[in-house]
């Protein structure tokens, strides 16, 4: 590790005081001195490092060994350094930039097991298993002008792993970003559930978010016209709870067997290997379903400028679970604190033309930047009897719960403030699954969510394999005891000395008894009036939005055959007549 330097402000450990001290980092130690008549003085050592990070600008801080002095707001540029010297201790740095405070940081990370430590840095190439290359520019070869031998193991290392650096892609959600965070809990929620991590208001929890676009493939450009996937994973003291979600509070379609399907059409034409507005179209008028989507897809929110500017669902209907074994529906909500933001199909345009990952480029630049996005978080809570006199089917994901209804109550918010050290470890093997649940949190009758609690652990095996939960990025925080995972490709060995569960039990994971009904059949659903939600969205928009949404779906409909348009327009007309007059003026328009 090469030696890094430098004046730091720190708080003392037991006065409470900002000194200023002179700090050297080498291979073997942090020591610090004090500075007197010119000279260093008083080395003090301080070793095992085991964390070091940020520390956002007016947040209190107190000397870790006083129980007396009160807490200070710390300036910017502030970094906190924890280490495992007779215990845990917590030091506070005043550094002089944010460059100066991002160097400490990087130099100061250590080489952890969970792997979001920096390895020591080596001055030349090595193998993988550490031994130095003999020269890693130039093939092995019988001769100047002879063949290659196949004893260069190098060389054959090198391409065998550049073979195969590529995983699959996810079918859906291919080309995402994410980012660590925090969430803090705001309000008590206890009476609904019993989760530990919800159970106090100030409490935080960290989690770990991927966003994506949804039809795109890898290379996709970010401001295209297309849902955006939201993926939450928190890192709670009871296990890692997922929650998978869109930034829209709806989907296409509410029965499982059509997600294939409708997927297809979003993909591309297996024998043009384009993407068919034709069969876009077909598939969303012969399901009216789809209705309350498209019209959130083609209005104004369709493109979001980054990820930041748009809100986030958790679009299912999830259930919490109280102490007292009682449960209730829920419906959760994050709304972003940075506004929303969209682009015009013309400004989106432009922006492809110059710029394909920009919601990438965004999140990453500002919370390099230190501005760190946030979500306030609420939730809708329905009780089961309120669930079964509801006027709609409360499971069905093409359907909102009005605020009238069922208001929402604040649970605190979200807050993004950490870049992951490598794209491909952490956001690209991501894994989100909503079987992922702690005690006080669970799942519901909803049919689409019930498929997912299957689908999205079945694609993560195939893509990352059986373990795939050890990877560090998918690891809970809280200890594991979990003998299946004991071996299979790839296992890292974190299951020992066990062949099967223990005899202990857990009562917190059991949930109340489900009422069920009716006999196992194909339902049809029966009057699922799939025009009035729509209608009523469509009605809250002004003229001019009005006219983008007409516009965007003009565009949409570009090659689509008159048979399928008249069909979608009908549609619309039954949501309001001035919903279908619309579109129709402005496919007339564009013929002409």
């Known amino acids: 590790m090469p030696t890094v330097s430098g004046y730091l402000t720190k708080l003392g450990y037991k006065s409470g005081k900002w000194q200023s001290r002179f700090f050297v980092l080498d291979d073997t130690a942090l020591r610090y001195y004090t500075e007197q008549n010119g000279q260093l003085k008083g080395e003090i050592l301080v070793s095992t490092i085991t964390s070091a990070e940020a520390v956002k600008p007016g947040c209190q801080v107190a000397p870790d060994a006083s129980t007396t002095a009160p807490k200070k707001p710390v300036g910017p540029f502030c970094l906190k350094i924890t280490t495992q010297v007779k215990g845990t201790r917590t030091f506070y740095f005043l550094a002089s930039s944010k460059e100066e405070q991002l160097k400490w940081i990087k130099a100061l990370l250590p080489n952890k097991e969970d792997g979001k430590g920096d390895r020591p840095s080596c001055p030349y190439a090595t193998s993988i298993n550490g031994a130095p290359l003999a020269d890693p520019q130039y093939a092995l070869r019988a001769g100047v002008r002879g063949p290659l031998l196949l004893q260069d193991w190098q060389l054959v290392e090198k391409h065998t792993q550049f073979n195969r650096e590529r995983i699959p892609e996810r079918i859906v959600h291919a080309k995402g970003s994410g980012a660590f965070g925090t969430f803090t809990v705001t309000q008590d929620l206890s009476k609904f559930t019993k989760a530990k991590f919800l159970n106090e208001v100030g409490k935080k929890t960290e989690v770990f978010i991927r966003f994506s676009t949804v039809a795109g493939e890898l290379g996709a450009a970010d401001a295209e016209r297309d849902v955006r996937g939201v993926a939450m994973k928190f890192y709670t003291e009871e296990g890692n709870w997922d929650l998978v979600g869109n930034n829209t509070p709806v ?3 509410r029965d499982p067997s059509l997600f294939p399907d409708f997927i297809h059409t979003q993909k591309r ?19 009216p379903e789809s209705l309350h989507q498209v019209t959130i897809l083609m209005s104004d929110r369709g493109i979001p400028t980054g990820y930041r500017f748009m809100n986030a669902y958790g679009s299912h209907t999830y259930s919490f679970i109280n102490k007292d074994d009682e449960r209730f529906y829920v419906k959760f909500h994050f709304k972003t604190q940075q506004g929303h933001k969209h682009y ?77 050290d490598n794209y491909f470890a952490e956001v690209e093997q991501a894994a989100f699954a909503p079987k992922n649940t702690v005690p ?66 857990v009562n917190s994971m059991l949930e109340p008894p489900l009422k069920l009904e009716g006999d196992a059949f194909r339902p049809v659903p029966k009057n699922p009036d799939d025009y009035t939600q729509p209608g009523n969205l469509f009605r809250l928009f002004d003229q001019d939005q009005r006219n983008r949404l007409f516009n965007n779906i003009a565009d949409a409909m570009e090659g689509v055959s008159k048979e399928v348009m ?12 001035a919903y279908g007059a619309g579109v129709r003026d402005a496919i007339q328009r564009r013929s002409k």
């Open 251 to 253: 989907f296409f379609i």
């Open 269 to 287: 034409d297996p024998r043009t290997n384009m993407r068919s507005n034709e069969a876009a179209w077909k598939f969303w008028s012969e399901h």
């Open 344 to 420: 015009t199909n013309a400004e989106a345009a432009k922006v492809v033309g110059g710029d394909r990952e920009s919601s990438q480029r965004d999140l990453y630049e500002a919370i390099e930047l230190g501005d760190f996005p946030r979500w306030k978080c609420y939730v809708q809570v329905m009780t089961e009897d309120e669930a079964g006199a509801c006027p709609f089917d409360p499971f069905d994901l093409t359907k909102v719960w009005p605020h009238s209804m069922y208001p929402l109550h604040e649970l605190g918010f979200l807050e993004l403030n950490r870049n992951p």
């Open 440 to 505: 006080g949190l669970g799942h519901s009758p909803d049919p689409m969510l019930q498929m997912r609690i299957f689908s999205y652990m079945d694609a993560q095996n195939y893509r990352l394999g059986i373990n795939h939960n050890q990877l560090p990025v998918n690891r809970a925080r809280c200890p594991i005891f979990c003998p299946q995972y004991r071996s299979g490709h790839m296992s890292l060995g974190e299951i020992k000395d066990a062949n099967f569960n223990p005899d202990a039990k």
């Open 566 to 577: 008249e069909k979608q327009i009908e549609h619309f007309s039954r949501c309001d007549p």
